[in-house]
C-alpha cells in the first residue's frame, strides 16, 4: 500500500493550493482517509477527514480549516483531494495524507496505519 501527496508549494496569503494523495493497494470503499499537518515544533494535527464510500463518505474538518478547505476524492483515480482556499500564514506545514483500514475516520493521527511522505505547504504573509 502506497500514498504519494503532491501539490504543496509556496503561496502568498489568501492564495489557493490543491494537494493531492494518490493511493495504491488501497480501495476507498473500505479505508478512511486523513490529511494531517505538522508545523515545526508543534505536534502532528488533523486537518480533515473522509471516511469510507461504504459509510458514506462522510467528512470532517478542523474548525481551523472550516469553510476554507475541502476534500474530495476521484475514486476513478483512487486520489483524495485537499482543496486549500484563502489560506493562512499559519496553514505552514508539512502536509500529510492517511489511510486506516476499516468504515470510520478518527481524528488521532496513531489510528491511521499508513502514511505518505508528506508536502511542503508555505504560506507567506
Known amino acids: 500500500l502506497q500514498l504519494v501527496e503532491s501539490g504543496g508549494g509556496l503561496v502568498q496569503a489568501g492564495g489557493s493550493l490543491r494537494l493531492s494523495c494518490a493511493a495504491s493497494g488501497l480501495f476507498f470503499e473500505d479505508h478512511a482517509i486523513g490529511w494531517f499537518r505538522q508545523a515545526p515544533g508543534k505536534a502532528r494535527e488533523v486537518v480533515s477527514c473522509?471516511?469510507?464510500?461504504?459509510?458514506?463518505?462522510?467528512?470532517y474538518y478542523a474548525y481551523s480549516v472550516k469553510g476554507r478547505f475541502t476534500i474530495s476524492s476521484d475514486n476513478a483515480k483512487n486520489t483524495v483531494y485537499l482543496q486549500m482556499n484563502s489560506l493562512l500564514p499559519e496553514d505552514t506545514a508539512v502536509y500529510y495524507c492517511?489511510?486506516?483500514?476499516?468504515?470510520?475516520?478518527?481524528?488521532?493521527?496513531?489510528?491511521?496505519?499508513?502514511w505518505g511522505q508528506g508536502t511542503q505547504v508555505t504560506v507567506s504573509s
Open positions: 473522509v471516511s469510507s464510500r461504504r459509510d458514506g463518505g462522510n467528512t
Open positions: 492517511a489511510a486506516r483500514r476499516g468504515f470510520y475516520y478518527f481524528t488521532a493521527p496513531d489510528e491511521y496505519e499508513y
